[in-house]
């Protein structure tokens, strides 16, 4: 077996992504610099405690399995043709939303995908209907660079400002008919260290 076949077949294997997929996670992974200031013994000692362990091999788990979830929500998304046949709009109506923060997309080798959460589904059919009632607004509160796994964890996380009987998820609020206003202000208000 050949070299580069062996190290798909292992990429694949020990991590469930391609080649293309691991470049991603390489660029994504910080630049390991040694002179940097190490920790003290008992910092480490406390992070060893509390079960974070340190090496270049954490990070690139961490990496490779933040581009699986990247990947699996482009699996689980509506093409440009999807949502255009789906909201009765058209291409270029689609493009200045995405362009204008309005409808979330990820890029996918050069194509746009759009993340099924936003949108309602015909049950029947499972096309989007409509995107969710207010999220326009919310997408456009949150900052543009933000990473895609991270709107999708603000999306699905309760946040107890959203609270009715529950602390609720930003869609299930918005979803039921709660204040988009307060979903903007929690957007506004985050401290998006993540980006």
């Not at 992974?29 to 079960?51: E, F, H, I």
């Amino acid at each position: 077996m050949g070299g580069d076949d062996e190290f798909d077949r292992l990429l694949h294997e020990r991590f469930g992504i391609g080649r293309d997929a691991f470049v991603a996670v390489l660029k994504n992974l910080p630049l390991v610099r040694p002179w940097a200031m190490p920790l003290s013994a008992r910092d480490a000692q406390l992070l060893d405690d509390a079960g974070f362990r340190e090496g270049p091999y954490c990070v690139i788990g961490s990496g490779t399995a933040v581009t699986r979830y990247v990947e699996g929500l482009g699996v689980s998304s509506f093409t440009v043709d999807d949502v255009t046949t789906g909201l009765d709009l058209s291409a270029p109506q689609v493009q200045r939303m995405r362009v204008a923060g309005e409808l979330w997309a990820i890029l996918d080798q050069q194509v746009w995908l759009f993340p099924v959460i936003q949108f309602d589904i015909d049950s029947v059919t499972g096309d989007p209907v409509r995107q969710v009632r207010g999220l326009a607004e919310v997408l456009k509160a949150l900052p543009a660079d933000l990473h895609p796994v991270a709107i999708e964890g603000f999306l699905r996380t309760p946040q107890p400002d959203l609270y009715c009987g529950r602390a609720q998820t930003p869609l299930d609020w918005l979803r039921e008919g709660g204040d988009i206003d307060a979903v903007v202000a929690i957007a506004l208000s985050s401290d998006w260290y993540g980006r």
